[in-house]
């Protein structure tokens, strides 16, 4: 099948099939096991939709974990791509200098938020730029202590892992990791941290979280002198899409500078366009001292970034570098992503479709119980599953059925958190599209009660 005709939905062997079932067997065999989550094999792509080894086609509500947000294969990011592929693939920008890697960092500074000088060092993956921004920060301030919340995620080596704390599965065996951060609740509406005897205002779950930040951390047993960075996700992603009240990144701030400690903000999932704004700071009014990015910035090809204020740059030569940073197609794919992007009004048409895609998604909501909650911005949205609505006890088997269900009947998700699905779909999705996806997700929900 040419890609050209990857236009709908088209399920012609119950998946896995024969062909896909073969690969699997192989990828068990050669491959360490890893989060394998659905049994689909992809082989070809194109905008919002994936053709398997069977001839099976989806409609892709996953985008590659958040990854290919312009959709598979935009014919100028694959250009652009293809035009640096025949002039220089590698030469170290860390150690030495290409015209691209300059261009991919002006591109970053000037959309990510705040009109400060900044200054960005180059990774190779989300968890990569979240080491940078911990030693940014370590170094910066010349302090070791840190603040993270619970139910974030913020990568799985040593470092960042000590941040992550949405799954036990993440730690076990793997105790300890970086000593000297502390985990403080994170304001989640639906099922909030503090909850006794049912809803509590927005505002007095901001300031609960933060009067515990200051209360028991901060004037108790975490000096502030010692505090090298508070480390959030503006809407916390595999922890479940939790988005925190609107004011609370404002009260955050006003701690962090009161106690003179970095904000940094991990917007590896969040970023890029994903919530119908660049960032999802934005939504917020808050300007990141450090900010990590990584999954769409280069459409799909593996890259990251920290981007810092210019007075946190390493002091010295020589205190953080790797070898791939910057590499150039990863660089020619940012720069050429982030003109698609303006070009196509990508965020515009996140923040559009998100909400129509959001309305129907609540449409969901009201004709099935079993949804206890539908939240999100712009295209970063989820459904949780629920036993008991009054409860709100999560349903993590009906969950999983569900994207079960979605899948046979062609339509890829991905979990989150104990019960909920994103729905995370390219931002350039249509709402025709946005509608078949709905359809199949009705369905099976119907099949899955
Ligand atoms: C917010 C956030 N930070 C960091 C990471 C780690 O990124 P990577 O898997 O590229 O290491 C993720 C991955 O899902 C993430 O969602």
């Given at each position: 099948?040419?890609?050209e005709?990857?236009?709908?939905i088209?399920?012609?062997?119950?998946?896995p099939?024969p062909?896909?079932?073969?690969?699997?067997?192989?990828?068990?065999?050669?491959?360490?096991?890893?989060?394998?989550?659905?049994?689909?094999v992809g082989k070809?792509?194109?905008?919002?939709?994936?053709?398997?080894?069977?001839?099976?086609?989806?409609?892709?509500f996953?985008?590659?974990i958040?990854?290919?947000?312009?959709?598979?294969?935009?014919?100028?990011?694959?250009?652009?791509?293809?035009?640096?592929?025949?002039?220089?693939?590698?030469?170290p920008?860390?150690?030495f200098?290409?015209?691209?890697?300059?261009?991919?960092?002006?591109?970053?500074?000037e959309?990510?938020?705040?009109?400060f000088?900044?200054?960005?060092?180059?990774?190779?993956?989300?968890?990569?730029?979240?080491?940078?921004?911990?030693?940014?920060?370590?170094?910066?301030?010349?302090?070791e202590?840190?603040i993270?919340?619970?139910?974030?995620?913020?990568?799985?080596?040593?470092?960042?892992l000590?941040?992550?704390?949405?799954?036990?599965?993440?730690h076990?065996?793997?105790f300890?990791s970086?000593?000297?951060?502390?985990?403080?609740?994170?304001?989640?509406?639906?099922?909030?941290?503090?909850?006794?005897?049912?809803?509590?205002?927005?505002?007095e779950?901001?300031?609960?979280?933060?009067?515990?930040?200051e209360?028991?951390?901060?004037?108790?047993?975490?000096?502030?002198?010692d505090?090298?960075?508070?480390?959030?996700?503006?809407?916390?992603g595999?922890?479940?899409?939790?988005?925190?009240?609107?004011?609370?990144?404002?009260?955050l701030?006003?701690?962090?500078?009161?106690?003179?400690?970095?904000?940094?903000?991990?917007?590896?999932?969040?970023?890029?366009?994903?919530?119908?704004?660049?960032?999802a700071?934005e939504h917020?009014?808050v300007?990141?001292?450090?900010?990590?990015?990584?999954?769409?910035?280069?459409?799909?090809?593996?890259?990251g970034?920290?981007?810092?204020?210019?007075?946190m740059?390493?002091?010295?030569?020589?205190?953080?570098?790797?070898?791939?940073?910057g590499n150039?197609?990863?660089?020619a794919?940012?720069?050429?992503?982030?003109?698609?992007?303006?070009?196509?009004?990508?965020?515009?048409?996140?923040?559009?479709?998100?909400a129509y895609?959001?309305?129907?998604?609540v449409?969901?909501?009201?004709?099935y119980?079993?949804?206890?909650?539908?939240?999100?911005?712009g295209?970063m949205?989820?459904?949780d599953f629920?036993?008991?609505r009054?409860?709100?006890?999560?349903?993590?088997?009906?969950r999983?059925?569900?994207?079960n269900?979605?899948f046979?009947?062609?339509l890829?998700l991905?979990?989150t958190g104990?019960s909920?699905?994103?729905?995370?779909?390219?931002?350039?999705?249509?709402?025709?599209?946005?509608?078949?996806?709905?359809?199949?997700l009705?369905?099976?929900?119907?099949m899955?009660k």
């Amino acid at each position: 099948m040419m890609q050209e005709e990857l236009n709908g939905i088209k399920i012609k062997v119950t998946p896995p099939g024969p062909e896909a079932k073969k690969i699997i067997e192989l990828n068990d065999k050669y491959l360490a096991r890893s989060t394998q989550s659905l049994p689909v094999v992809g082989k070809l792509g194109k905008g919002v939709y994936v053709e398997d080894v069977d001839g099976n086609v989806y409609l892709d509500f996953a985008s590659g974990i958040s990854v290919t947000n312009l959709g598979h294969l935009d014919p100028y990011v694959t250009q652009k791509v293809e035009e640096q592929l025949h002039k220089l693939w590698h030469f170290p920008g860390t150690d030495f200098y290409t015209e691209m890697q300059v261009l991919a960092a002006k591109s970053l500074i000037e959309v990510t938020p705040g009109k400060f000088n900044k200054k960005v060092f180059f990774t190779n993956s989300g968890t990569e730029s979240v080491e940078a921004a911990i030693k940014i920060a370590k170094s910066y301030t010349h302090r070791e202590r840190f603040i993270g919340f619970i139910g974030a995620f913020h990568g799985r080596t040593q470092g960042s892992l000590s941040f992550t704390a949405s799954k036990p599965i993440h730690h076990k065996g793997f105790f300890p990791s970086m000593p000297g951060v502390e985990h403080v609740p994170f304001p989640n509406p639906y099922r909030n941290p503090f909850n006794i005897d049912g809803y509590e205002e927005p505002d007095e779950l901001v300031n609960r979280v933060i009067d515990y930040i200051e209360t028991y951390l901060l004037k108790t047993y975490v000096p502030p002198e010692d505090v090298a960075g508070i480390l959030a996700e503006p809407i916390q992603g595999e922890g479940g899409y939790i988005v925190p009240p609107m004011n609370f990144f404002k009260e955050l701030r006003k701690l962090a500078d009161k106690y003179h400690i970095p904000l940094l903000i991990d917007e590896v999932q969040s970023g890029f366009g994903r919530t119908g704004k660049f960032f999802a700071s934005e939504h917020f009014g808050v300007e990141p001292d450090v900010i990590t990015l990584a999954k769409s910035i280069a459409s799909g090809i593996p890259m990251g970034a920290a981007v810092m204020k210019e007075e946190m740059n390493f002091s010295e030569n020589g205190l953080h570098s790797n070898t791939f940073g910057g590499n150039l197609i990863a660089s020619a794919a940012c720069v050429a992503t982030i003109d698609e992007m303006k070009k196509l009004n990508a965020v515009e048409n996140a923040a559009k479709q998100g909400a129509y895609m959001k309305k129907r998604l609540v449409e969901l909501q009201n004709k099935y119980n079993e949804i206890g909650d539908v939240r999100g911005l712009g295209l970063m949205l989820a459904i949780d599953f629920v036993k008991d609505r009054r409860t709100k006890e999560p349903n993590s088997k009906l969950r999983n059925d569900v994207i079960n269900n979605a899948f046979k009947n062609g339509l890829i998700l991905l979990s989150t958190g104990s019960s909920a699905i994103r729905i995370i779909p390219p931002l350039i999705i249509t709402q025709e599209q946005v509608d078949e996806g709905i359809e199949v997700l009705d369905k099976a929900i119907k099949m899955s009660k």
